[in-house]
């Protein structure tokens, strides 16, 4: 089955900038998706197939995708990110596959 | 505006069984497909099923193949699950969620753009 590695725990300063890594096998040949949790709210995507935003997400939002890392970027991090982050692919062996989740501590 | 609001969960016996329910407004429902995803307290999203716009298909986890069965009514715009044989380890938040991209020579790029607020199933004795 595919796996997607992402690190427990990402903190950042107020204004500054957070970078959520997600790898994976061949991630880079694969569409990746990303999602904020707030705590007790459902997830909403924030970034959908590697560098998109959906309407509503701000451009302090973006993503990449190369070889086998993926990155979820936040720039002029706010209180307000604070939250779960999960990456998210379709493997054609494991169907949808998310990643364990980070947790953004804006310090 | 697009909403998904699920209902049906509670608390249950293990070997028991339960029926979840999302109903959806503002898009064209039998144009998607529609899954399930849910969260266990504390742990991250695990995806449990989906069902094709037209509810031809339905694909499921390991988890939950041969137990849950995942179905679709489009003139009522409503989603179900059914869960067989429910064990401590299907306790979890349960959401149903629209799916948006597409399928294209054996890959797939599709994301969940809309979420419902989720349903707790408790399997407890």
């Known amino acids: 089955s595919y796996v997607l590695t992402q690190p427990p725990s990402v903190s950042v300063a107020p204004g500054q900038t957070a970078r959520i890594t997600c790898g994976g096998n061949?991630?880079?040949?694969?569409?990746v998706h990303w999602y904020q949790q707030r705590p007790g709210q459902a997830p909403v995507l924030v970034v959908y197939?590697?560098?998109d935003r959906p309407s509503g997400i701000p451009e302090r939002f973006s993503g990449s995708n190369s070889v086998n890392t993926a990155t979820l970027t936040i720039t002029r991090v706010e209180a307000g990110d604070e939250a779960d982050y999960y990456c998210?692919?379709?493997?054609?062996?494991?169907?949808?596959?998310f990643g364990g989740g980070t947790k953004l501590t804006v310090l | 505006q697009v909403q998904l609001v699920e209902s049906g969960g509670g608390v249950v016996q293990p070997g028991r069984s339960l029926r979840l329910s999302c109903a959806a407004s503002?898009?064209?429902?039998?144009?998607?497909?529609i899954h399930w995803v849910r969260q266990a307290p504390g742990k991250g999203l695990e995806w449990v099923a989906v069902?094709?716009?037209?509810?031809?298909?339905?694909y499921y986890a390991d988890s939950v193949k041969g137990r849950f069965s995942i179905s679709r009514d489009n003139s009522k715009k409503t989603l179900s699950l059914k869960m067989n044989s429910l064990r401590a380890e299907d306790t979890a938040v349960y959401y149903c969620?629209?799916?948006?991209?597409?399928?294209?020579?054996?890959?797939?790029?599709?994301?969940?753009?809309?979420w419902g607020q989720g349903t707790l199933v408790t399997v407890s004795p």
């Open positions: 969620a629209k799916e948006v991209g597409y399928c294209s020579g054996g890959s797939c790029r599709l994301a969940f753009d809309y």
């Open positions: 998210q692919v379709w493997d054609k062996s494991s169907d949808h596959v």
């Open positions: 197939d590697d560098t």
């Open positions: 503002g898009f064209t429902f039998g144009s998607y497909g």
């Open positions: 061949n991630i880079g040949t694969k569409s």
């Open positions: 069902i094709s716009n037209d509810g031809v298909n339905q």
